[in-house]
C-alpha cells in the first residue's frame, strides 16, 4: 500500500491563479520534504518541515504541515510558467532512517 | 561546486551487460542513498550506506550491488542489465537519524 498519497495527480493552471498540492499519510511523518522535479532534471529541494503546525514560505511557495503530523500542503501563490514541473512530497513515515515519497503532482502554467 | 554529483547523466546500454553509475557528494555527509524512479514517477529506495556500512537494503534484485570506497562515495553497479532496469536512479546524501535532503541530478538509464 501506498504510504503517501499525493493530490492531484495533475494539474493544470492559467498563469497568475493559486494552487495547492496535498500530501497525506495514515501514519505520523517524523519529517515531510518538497521537492520539485523539473521534466529530465534531478530533484530540486524545497523545503522541510518537521513540527506540527509548521509552516514554511520561499518566494510565492508556502508548505504546511498539519497538527497532527499527517498532512501536508503546498500552496503556490500567482503560479508562473517557471513553477511547472513534478512536485513530490517525501517523508519518514514511522521514524525509520528512509524517505518514501508520494506518485507526484505534475502542474503545468499555462501563459 | 556540486553537492551530489552523478555520473553519467545518460546511460544507454544492451540488454544483458554490466554497468555502473558513480556517485559523489561533498557536503560531508555520513549516509548515501540510492533511488530508482520509474516510468510512472514513482521514486523508492534501494540501497542505503552509512560510513560505508550497508543500513538499508530494500528488495532489489542480487544483480544490483552498491559500492562505498569511503563517505563521499556511493557507486552502483548493475549486471547482466534487463528492459525492467530502464529507469532514472537517483543518488541522494544526508546524515545518519535524518532523513536524506540532497539529491543528485539522476541518472536515465535506458535499456535496449
Known amino acids: 500500500s501506498q504510504e503517501l498519497e499525493q493530490s492531484p495527480q495533475s494539474l493544470i493552471v492559467q498563469e497568475g491563479k493559486n494552487l495547492t498540492i496535498n500530501c497525506t499519510s495514515s501514519k505520523t511523518l517524523y519529517g515531510l520534504y518538497w521537492y520539485k522535479q523539473k521534466y529530465g532534471e534531478g530533484l530540486i529541494f524545497l523545503m522541510m518541515?518537521?513540527?506540527?503546525?509548521e509552516e514554511k514560505s520561499h518566494e510565492k511557495i508556502t508548505a504546511k504541515l498539519d497538527e497532527k503530523k499527517q498532512q501536508s500542503s503546498l500552496h503556490i501563490t500567482a503560479s508562473q510558467p517557471s513553477h511547472a514541473g513534478i512536485y513530490l512530497c517525501?517523508?519518514?513515515?514511522?521514524?525509520?532512517?528512509?524517505?518514501?515519497f508520494g506518485k507526484g503532482t505534475k502542474l503545468t502554467v499555462n501563459p | 561546486d556540486t553537492a551530489v554529483s552523478q555520473t553519467p547523466k545518460y546511460l544507454v546500454t544492451q540488454m544483458g551487460n554490466d554497468k555502473s553509475i558513480k556517485c559523489e557528494q561533498n557536503l560531508g555527509h555520513d549516509t548515501m542513498y540510492w533511488y530508482k524512479q520509474d516510468s510512472k514517477k514513482f521514486l523508492k529506495i534501494m540501497f542505503s550506506?552509512?560510513?560505508?556500512?550497508?543500513?538499508i537494503n530494500e528488495t532489489v534484485p542480487n544483480r544490483f550491488s552498491p559500492k562505498s570506497p569511503d563517505k563521499a562515495h556511493l557507486n552502483l553497479h548493475i549486471n547482466s542489465l534487463e528492459l525492467g532496469d530502464s529507469a532514472v536512479y537517483f543518488c541522494?546524501?544526508?546524515?545518519?537519524?535524518?532523513?536524506?535532503?540532497?539529491f543528485g541530478q539522476g541518472t536515465r538509464l535506458t535499456v535496449v
Open positions: 550506506y552509512n560510513n560505508k556500512e550497508l543500513i
Open positions: 517525501g517523508a519518514d513515515v514511522g521514524g525509520s532512517e528512509k524517505l518514501v
Open positions: 518541515l518537521q513540527k506540527g503546525g
Open positions: 541522494a546524501s544526508g546524515r545518519r537519524g535524518v532523513p536524506e535532503a540532497f
